[in-house]
Protein backbone atom coordinates (compact mmCIF):
# COMPACT_ATOMS: atom_id res chain seq x y z
CA UNK A 1 0.00 0.00 0.00
CA UNK A 2 1.42 3.64 -1.25
CA UNK A 3 1.99 5.56 2.00
CA UNK A 4 2.98 9.40 1.42
CA UNK A 5 4.37 10.99 4.87
CA UNK A 6 5.30 15.06 5.00
CA UNK A 7 7.85 16.45 7.54
CA UNK A 8 9.50 19.40 8.47
CA UNK A 9 9.13 22.42 10.82
CA UNK A 10 5.39 23.55 11.87
CA UNK A 11 6.86 27.02 12.73
CA UNK A 12 8.32 29.62 10.72
CA UNK A 13 9.07 33.01 10.67
CA UNK A 14 7.42 35.69 8.31
CA UNK A 15 9.97 36.58 5.24
CA UNK A 16 11.81 32.71 5.64
CA UNK A 17 11.50 29.83 3.57
CA UNK A 18 9.20 27.58 4.52
CA UNK A 19 10.88 24.08 3.40
CA UNK A 20 9.30 20.22 4.02
CA UNK A 21 9.55 17.06 2.44
CA UNK A 22 7.62 14.11 1.60
CA UNK A 23 8.74 10.70 1.37
CA UNK A 24 6.91 7.93 -0.26
CA UNK A 25 6.95 4.20 0.65
CA UNK A 26 5.65 1.08 -0.86
CA UNK A 27 5.96 2.62 -4.15
CA UNK A 28 8.76 4.05 -6.29
CA UNK A 29 8.78 7.76 -7.38
CA UNK A 30 10.51 6.73 -9.78
CA UNK A 31 7.09 5.07 -11.38
CA UNK A 32 6.71 7.07 -15.01
CA UNK A 33 2.86 6.65 -14.54
CA UNK A 34 3.01 9.43 -11.74
CA UNK A 35 3.82 13.17 -10.71
CA UNK A 36 3.80 14.25 -7.23
CA UNK A 37 2.56 17.14 -5.83
CA UNK A 38 1.88 19.54 -3.00
CA UNK A 39 -1.35 21.06 -2.23
CA UNK A 40 -1.99 23.26 0.72
CA UNK A 41 -5.15 24.25 2.99
CA UNK A 42 -5.58 27.21 4.87
CA UNK A 43 -7.24 26.96 8.46
CA UNK A 44 -11.01 27.08 7.53
CA UNK A 45 -10.56 27.74 3.94
CA UNK A 46 -10.09 25.26 0.48
CA UNK A 47 -7.32 23.00 -1.07
CA UNK A 48 -4.85 25.12 -3.34
CA UNK A 49 -2.71 22.91 -5.73
CA UNK A 50 1.22 24.64 -5.34
CA UNK A 51 3.01 22.76 -7.80
CA UNK A 52 4.22 18.93 -8.86
CA UNK A 53 7.34 17.42 -10.45
CA UNK A 54 7.85 14.33 -12.38
CA UNK A 55 10.74 11.79 -11.47
CA UNK A 56 12.84 13.02 -14.45
CA UNK A 57 12.67 16.78 -12.34
CA UNK A 58 10.25 18.75 -14.37
CA UNK A 59 8.17 21.04 -12.68
CA UNK A 60 4.64 22.51 -12.79
CA UNK A 61 3.99 25.24 -10.74
CA UNK A 62 0.82 27.23 -10.01
CA UNK A 63 1.38 30.49 -11.77
CA UNK A 64 0.13 32.54 -8.73
CA UNK A 65 2.72 31.18 -6.36
CA UNK A 66 5.35 30.24 -9.00
CA UNK A 67 8.00 32.86 -8.25
CA UNK A 68 8.04 31.62 -4.92
CA UNK A 69 8.19 27.86 -5.01
CA UNK A 70 10.53 25.15 -5.94
CA UNK A 71 9.95 21.66 -6.08
CA UNK A 72 12.99 19.09 -6.21
CA UNK A 73 12.79 15.42 -6.38
CA UNK A 74 15.35 12.58 -4.79
CA UNK A 75 14.98 9.14 -5.93
CA UNK A 76 17.47 7.66 -4.39
CA UNK A 77 15.87 8.25 -1.37
CA UNK A 78 12.42 8.01 -2.71
CA UNK A 79 11.57 11.82 -1.78
CA UNK A 80 10.62 14.79 -2.79
CA UNK A 81 10.51 18.50 -1.12
CA UNK A 82 8.25 21.68 -1.37
CA UNK A 83 10.23 25.06 -0.53
CA UNK A 84 8.34 28.45 -0.75
CA UNK A 85 10.09 31.33 0.24
CA UNK A 86 9.18 35.13 1.49
CA UNK A 87 6.28 33.46 3.39
CA UNK A 88 3.67 35.76 5.27
CA UNK A 89 1.26 34.88 7.61
CA UNK A 90 -0.85 33.91 4.69
CA UNK A 91 1.19 31.05 4.10
CA UNK A 92 -0.51 29.35 7.51
CA UNK A 93 -2.10 25.96 6.25
CA UNK A 94 -1.91 22.70 6.19
CA UNK A 95 0.34 21.14 3.45
CA UNK A 96 -0.47 17.78 1.57
CA UNK A 97 2.01 15.86 -0.44
CA UNK A 98 0.30 13.80 -3.10
CA UNK A 99 0.66 11.40 -5.96
CA UNK A 100 -1.23 12.09 -9.44
CA UNK A 101 -1.53 11.30 -12.40
CA UNK A 102 -3.55 13.23 -15.40
CA UNK A 103 -6.86 11.82 -14.43
CA UNK A 104 -6.58 12.08 -10.30
CA UNK A 105 -4.69 12.56 -7.36
CA UNK A 106 -5.29 9.12 -5.60
CA UNK A 107 -2.70 9.00 -2.64
CA UNK A 108 -2.47 11.57 -0.26
CA UNK A 109 -0.03 12.23 3.08
CA UNK A 110 -1.97 12.87 6.17
CA UNK A 111 -0.87 16.55 5.95
CA UNK A 112 1.38 18.85 8.22
CA UNK A 113 0.41 22.40 9.44
CA UNK A 114 3.13 25.05 8.69
CA UNK A 115 2.30 28.22 10.63
CA UNK A 116 4.14 31.40 9.59
CA UNK A 117 4.90 33.87 13.04
CA UNK A 118 6.97 35.80 14.11
CA UNK B 1 -11.41 33.43 -4.69
CA UNK B 2 -11.70 29.68 -6.12
CA UNK B 3 -11.00 28.73 -9.56
CA UNK B 4 -14.19 26.53 -9.82
CA UNK B 5 -17.46 27.47 -7.91
CA UNK B 6 -19.04 25.42 -5.56
CA UNK B 7 -22.03 25.83 -3.09
CA UNK B 8 -20.94 26.49 0.26
CA UNK B 9 -23.36 24.50 1.55
CA UNK B 10 -25.71 21.62 0.90
CA UNK B 11 -28.13 19.33 3.48
CA UNK B 12 -30.46 16.42 3.33
CA UNK B 13 -31.79 14.02 5.63
CA UNK B 14 -30.82 10.19 5.53
CA UNK B 15 -32.04 8.50 2.69
CA UNK B 16 -32.73 11.29 0.67
CA UNK B 17 -30.40 12.47 -2.01
CA UNK B 18 -28.78 15.84 -2.72
CA UNK B 19 -26.26 17.16 -5.65
CA UNK B 20 -23.45 19.39 -5.52
CA UNK B 21 -22.54 21.57 -8.52
CA UNK B 22 -19.17 22.58 -9.41
CA UNK B 23 -18.86 25.04 -12.26
CA UNK B 24 -15.73 25.83 -14.38
CA UNK B 25 -14.75 27.63 -17.52
CA UNK B 26 -13.97 26.52 -21.02
CA UNK B 27 -10.72 25.85 -19.95
CA UNK B 28 -10.71 23.71 -17.21
CA UNK B 29 -14.08 21.72 -16.80
CA UNK B 30 -15.73 22.63 -19.99
CA UNK B 31 -12.30 21.18 -21.97
CA UNK B 32 -11.27 18.08 -20.18
CA UNK B 33 -13.61 14.81 -18.62
CA UNK B 34 -10.96 14.93 -15.66
CA UNK B 35 -12.89 16.27 -13.01
CA UNK B 36 -12.48 14.38 -9.38
CA UNK B 37 -14.03 14.52 -6.34
CA UNK B 38 -12.40 14.48 -2.93
CA UNK B 39 -14.36 14.11 0.90
CA UNK B 40 -12.57 14.99 3.10
CA UNK B 41 -13.88 14.50 6.69
CA UNK B 42 -12.58 16.83 9.54
CA UNK B 43 -8.93 16.55 10.68
CA UNK B 44 -8.32 13.96 7.79
CA UNK B 45 -6.67 14.22 4.25
CA UNK B 46 -9.30 14.47 1.03
CA UNK B 47 -9.88 11.06 -0.32
CA UNK B 48 -10.12 10.58 -3.84
CA UNK B 49 -14.41 9.17 -4.64
CA UNK B 50 -14.60 10.10 -8.21
CA UNK B 51 -12.36 10.63 -10.97
CA UNK B 52 -12.68 10.84 -14.38
CA UNK B 53 -15.95 12.85 -14.15
CA UNK B 54 -17.98 9.37 -13.44
CA UNK B 55 -15.77 6.79 -11.85
CA UNK B 56 -15.60 4.96 -8.74
CA UNK B 57 -11.99 4.06 -7.33
CA UNK B 58 -12.23 0.65 -6.00
CA UNK B 59 -13.95 0.60 -2.40
CA UNK B 60 -16.40 3.51 -2.97
CA UNK B 61 -20.05 3.28 -2.50
CA UNK B 62 -21.69 3.33 -5.98
CA UNK B 63 -23.93 5.89 -3.79
CA UNK B 64 -21.53 8.34 -5.12
CA UNK B 65 -21.63 9.40 -8.60
CA UNK B 66 -20.21 12.14 -11.14
CA UNK B 67 -21.61 14.03 -13.86
CA UNK B 68 -20.78 16.90 -16.07
CA UNK B 69 -22.63 19.18 -19.22
CA UNK B 70 -20.98 21.56 -20.78
CA UNK B 71 -18.61 23.52 -18.05
CA UNK B 72 -20.75 22.36 -14.84
CA UNK B 73 -19.62 18.89 -12.97
CA UNK B 74 -22.04 17.63 -10.62
CA UNK B 75 -21.73 14.93 -7.62
CA UNK B 76 -24.60 13.20 -6.47
CA UNK B 77 -24.58 11.40 -3.33
CA UNK B 78 -28.06 8.79 -2.98
CA UNK B 79 -28.97 7.53 0.11
CA UNK B 80 -27.64 9.80 2.27
CA UNK B 81 -26.54 8.16 5.33
CA UNK B 82 -24.41 10.08 8.29
CA UNK B 83 -21.39 9.35 7.31
CA UNK B 84 -21.75 10.84 4.32
CA UNK B 85 -21.39 14.30 6.44
CA UNK B 86 -18.00 16.30 5.51
CA UNK B 87 -16.50 18.60 3.04
CA UNK B 88 -17.10 17.85 -0.57
CA UNK B 89 -14.52 19.31 -3.36
CA UNK B 90 -14.23 19.07 -6.87
CA UNK B 91 -10.84 19.56 -9.19
CA UNK B 92 -10.28 19.77 -12.84
CA UNK B 93 -7.58 19.14 -15.18
CA UNK B 94 -6.49 22.39 -16.32
CA UNK B 95 -3.55 21.88 -19.06
CA UNK B 96 0.10 21.12 -18.41
CA UNK B 97 0.94 23.83 -16.88
CA UNK B 98 -1.81 25.01 -14.54
CA UNK B 99 -2.30 21.33 -14.22
CA UNK B 100 -5.40 21.20 -11.30
CA UNK B 101 -7.73 23.72 -9.82
CA UNK B 102 -10.19 23.16 -7.28
CA UNK B 103 -13.35 24.22 -6.12
CA UNK B 104 -14.11 26.28 -3.13
CA UNK B 105 -15.32 23.06 -1.29
CA UNK B 106 -19.12 21.91 -0.21
CA UNK B 107 -19.96 21.53 3.25
CA UNK B 108 -22.21 18.63 3.34
CA UNK B 109 -24.58 18.39 6.54
CA UNK B 110 -27.10 15.10 7.17
CA UNK B 111 -30.04 16.89 9.25
Known amino acids: QLQLQESGPGLVKPSETLSLSCTVS??????????WGWIRQPPGKGLEWIGS???????YYNPSLKSRVTISVNTSENQFSLKLSSVTAADTAVYYC??????????WGQGTLVTVSS | QSALTQPASVSGSPGQSITISCTGTSSDVGSYKLVSWYQQHPGKAPKLIIY???KRPSGVSNRFSGSKSGNTASLTISGLQAEDEADYYC???????????FGGGTKLTVL
Open chain 1, 98 to 107: ARHGVEELDY
Open chain 2, 52 to 54: EVS
Open chain 1, 53 to 59: IYYSGST
Open chain 1, 26 to 35: GGSISNTSYY
Open chain 2, 91 to 101: CSYAGSSTFWV
